[in-house]
């Protein structure tokens, strides 16, 4: 029985991923268990070098710890040198191996969903590990302008220049100006209980004709980023998708075989 599990505070016990990778281990008849580990700030070190130390098969990251877990792994996916941040460990031969599939994941959903990104102008929330993913995704697939709204316009600048992006801080953003054709939000933020503030900005919005607006978060009963579209009389998909495809892509890394990405997205639209 081999043991996986997810790396995050304390949401990774408010994480889907045991439930999809449970089901589709049961599914595959692949012998494995797969748990949340909740994991202080502090105690990163250790926890990562107790991947090894347990015998722990491999481990998904999900924020905050996506960047600080880089130092403590052997080997890191050009996916990951190129985005800054990991989401997928693999254990093997007593090593450490970091890959990124959020950006992967989330071009799957571009493909599957016939999301046309190429020469289009995106709009971007956030500069957390996530947002890396993002833009990294949208570069590659074809986007001829990304803007990146954050709080802290240091930041803010200092990703842009990184990954070729416009900065922007998020109260100076104007759709009048930027004309997106795609929003995307990669701040861990999408509910008015996460921040009253953003919540306040993104409803006080002008309405813009906006044809996609993706939310990379899930499971919020209320959600700013849906309002959002719904105001825009756009198309509006939330992060279960992407998270579906990431787990697929984490699968294969970790077992060297392919599975089918409706399997993932099958147990995910029953919770």
């Known amino acids: 029985m081999k043991v996986f599990g ?19 281990f049961k599914k595959t008849a692949f012998e494995a268990v797969y748990v949340p580990f909740c994991v202080q700030e502090v105690h990163i070190e250790k926890a990562i070098n107790g991947i090894k130390a347990l015998q722990i098969h491999g481990v998904n990251v999900t924020v905050p710890y996506k960047q600080s877990v880089m130092p403590y792994l ?3 996916s050009d996916e990951v040198l190129a985005i800054g941040a990991v989401n997928t460990i693999l254990s093997k031969d007593n090593k450490l191996y970091g890959y990124n599939t959020d950006a992967s994941g ?17 709009l971007v929330f956030g500069t957390g590990g996530a947002s890396r ?5 949208l570069f590659k697939s074809g986007a001829k302008a990304v803007y990146i709204a954050g709080r802290n316009i240091q930041k803010t600048k200092k990703l842009a220049d990184e990954m070729s992006a416009h900065a922007l801080l ?17 701040t861990s933020v999408s509910s008015p209980d996460e921040s009253n503030e953003l919540a306040d ?27 959002m579209a719904s105001r825009m009389n756009s198309q509006f998909m939330d992060g279960r998708s992407m ?11 970790w077992t060297g075989n392919q599975v089918d990405v409706d399997l993932y997205m099958a147990r995910l639209l029953e919770n």
């Not at 997810?6 to 589709?24: Q, T």
């Not at 989330?106 to 995106?122: G, P, T």
């Open 6 to 24: 997810i790396i995050s505070d304390e949401r990774a016990f408010r994480s889907k991923s045991p439930v999809m990778h449970n089901y589709v």
């Open 74 to 76: 052997d080997s890191l």
């Open 106 to 122: 989330l071009m799957d959903v571009f493909q599957r969903d016939h999301i046309e990104i190429k020469n289009c102008v995106a």
């Open 133 to 137: 993913a993002v833009l990294y995704a």
């Open 170 to 186: 998020i109260n100076d953003v104007n759709f009048r100006d930027i004309k997106p054709d795609i929003i995307i939000n990669a």
């Open 201 to 227: 900005f993104i409803d006080n919005m002008p309405v813009y004709n906006v044809s996609q607006v993706i939310d990379i978060n899930y499971g919020r009963q209320v959600n700013i980023w849906k309002n």
């Open 243 to 253: 998270l579906a495809s990431q787990a697929a892509r984490s699968y294969y890394i």
